[in-house]
Nanobody, 122 residues
């Protein structure tokens, strides 16, 4: 069983920045793909960003150029740096871990964190 614990969410003004962290309990963290998703009230969970075991990165069009995903395998941690935040970025952000499959889809991921709230005020 793998546990994922997110941190770093909070309230920020539009144009501001936050860095989310997700610590994984997996002993072989480096072999897994990692993703970030978000869910706003009344909406479905959507893909935000992913990073493969090889370090390849993928972004939703809505965050491309503003968000950066990275990983530190020595710390079993994946990060999401969010710049130029907009009110529409307000959501609960979840990190997730996958072994195989397309990294853009929620069904690919085997384990999920509890989520961290990000609120962007206008």
């Amino acid at each position: 069983q793998v546990q994922l614990i997110e941190s770093g969410g909070g309230l920020v003004q539009a144009g501001g920045s936050l860095r989310l962290s997700c610590a994984a309990s997996a002993r072989t963290f480096n072999i897994f793909h990692m993703g970030w998703f978000r869910q706003a009230p009344g909406k479905e969970r959507e893909f935000v960003a992913a990073i493969s075991r090889a370090g390849g990165t993928y972004y939703a069009d809505s965050v491309k150029g503003r968000f950066t995903i990275s990983r530190d395998n020595a710390k079993n941690t994946v990060y999401l740096l969010m710049n130029s935040l907009k009110p529409e970025d307000t959501a609960v952000y979840y990190c997730a871990l996958a072994n195989v499959g397309s990294l853009l889809y929620t069904g690919t991921y085997d384990y999920w964190g509890q989520g961290t709230q990000v609120t962007v005020s206008s």
